[in-house]
């Protein structure tokens, strides 16, 4: 059985103990990702996060956060599941950080995350942008796979019908008849 993690975290103390943080992370706090999620998806993501010097040398959190989630689908409104997995590597980066090394960060190429001393951050907070940058752009089943009635999908697409290709010769008729006469 997964444990809940604390909502609260204080990232350069447990990058500064080289401590580890394993278990739930509850969606229900995430109030950008929800929106995006059917009612009811509950699971809650596992994360598997270390705290502590990264190849450059400065505190960082590395690991992986993973969730099934339950997305509406933007055609047909019904369930869409999605194994969102994230890699994540951030450097904790403090305001004063970033006006002494303003290319530090950048240069290791891993996302910061401002993190002042003695500060504390939500972990849901965190966890929520790493998914955020892993979900499809528009969830959707693939195409012709979602449940809904032709008809609905003839009033949903008119265009189709000005597309036809055969509505030129349409046009074209008057003017045969025209070279006949
Ligand atoms: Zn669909």
Not at 78 to 101: C, I, M, N, Y
Request: hydrophobic share 40%; proline share 7%.
């Amino acid at each position: 059985m997964l444990r809940d993690l604390p909502e609260l975290i204080y990232p350069l103390e447990l990058a500064r103990a080289g401590r580890s943080l394993r278990g739930r992370v509850t969606l229900a706090r995430m109030h950008r990702l929800q929106p995006l999620l059917v009612e009811g998806d509950s699971q809650g993501v596992e994360v598997d996060l270390w705290f502590g010097p990264n190849d450059s040398g400065h505190l960082g959190i590395q690991g992986r956060a993973w969730a099934d989630l339950n997305l509406i689908c933007q055609r047909c409104l019904k369930t869409v599941p999605f194994r969102a997995e994230s890699e994540v590597r951030l450097d904790l980066v403090s305001a004063e950080d970033g006006q002494a090394h303003p290319s530090g960060p950048m240069a290791s190429g891993l996302d910061p995350l401002m993190v002042e001393e003695g500060e504390a951050v939500a972990l849901s907070d965190i966890i929520e942008d790493e998914l955020l940058l892993v979900l499809p752009m528009a969830s959707m089943h693939p195409e012709g796979a979602c449940r809904i009635s032709r008809k609905y999908l003839e009033t949903e697409f008119p265009q189709d019908k000005r597309e036809n290709p055969f509505a030129v010769l349409v046009v074209d008729k008057p003017m045969h008849s025209n070279h006949e006469e």
